[in-house]
């Protein structure tokens, strides 16, 4: 117990260290904290990348979320403090299977930002009975300017000990 707790301890520190902001228009990693991430069953949709800077684009990047049925997220998108921070939202087209999309990393760059991204469609084996459609949406403290999407595609195994 007092070794999980003191694992637990070094990582939570490794991860305080690691997302520290950088400074307002300075090139650096963003921090952002996931808001949602998951595979929503039976959903059907397309790709979004995209970001929210105020509270009306929010509710209405929230609400294209919500389109296609299946587990529905709730009716009111989470709320942020637009004054400082923004959000980004990752939607991988409908999979026919387990699948996974995942924010990587925000750098900022000159004029804005790069999101790193990891698309991870089902592997060639998977035999799945409900489609689901991946979604991944961070808050961030706000950057301004052009956000720059850059996508790696992965794989998500279908064996017993998928992860």
């Known amino acids: 117990m007092v070794v999980s707790a003191a694992?637990?301890?070094?990582l939570a520190c490794?991860?305080?260290a690691i997302s520290k902001p950088s400074a307002p228009g300075r090139a650096g990693a963003v921090p952002f904290q996931t808001i949602d991430q998951r595979g929503i069953p039976g959903q059907a949709g397309g790709e979004i990348r995209d970001v929210a800077?105020?509270?009306a684009s929010w509710h209405a990047l929230?609400?294209?979320l919500r389109e296609g049925g299946g587990d529905t997220l709730?009716?009111?998108p989470p709320t942020v403090d637009f004054g400082r921070d923004m959000t980004i939202v990752v939607a991988m087209p409908t999979q026919p299977c387990v699948s996974k999309v995942t924010i990587q990393s925000v750098t900022?760059?000159?004029?804005g930002a790069v999101v790193?991204?990891?698309e991870a469609p089902p592997a060639p084996n998977c035999t799945c009975i409900?489609?689901?459609?991946p979604i991944h949406v961070v808050r961030l403290p706000r950057v301004e300017g052009d956000v720059r999407f850059v996508a790696r595609r992965g794989q998500t195994s279908c064996g017993p000990n998928r992860h």
Do not use: N
């Open 7 to 10: 694992a637990l301890l070094a």
């Open 14 to 16: 490794a991860g305080a």
């Open 53 to 55: 800077r105020d509270e």
């Open 62 to 64: 929230w609400a294209r």
């Open 74 to 76: 709730p009716e009111e």
């Open 108 to 111: 900022r760059k000159r004029g």
């Open 116 to 118: 790193q991204l990891l």
């Open 130 to 133: 409900v489609s689901q459609r």
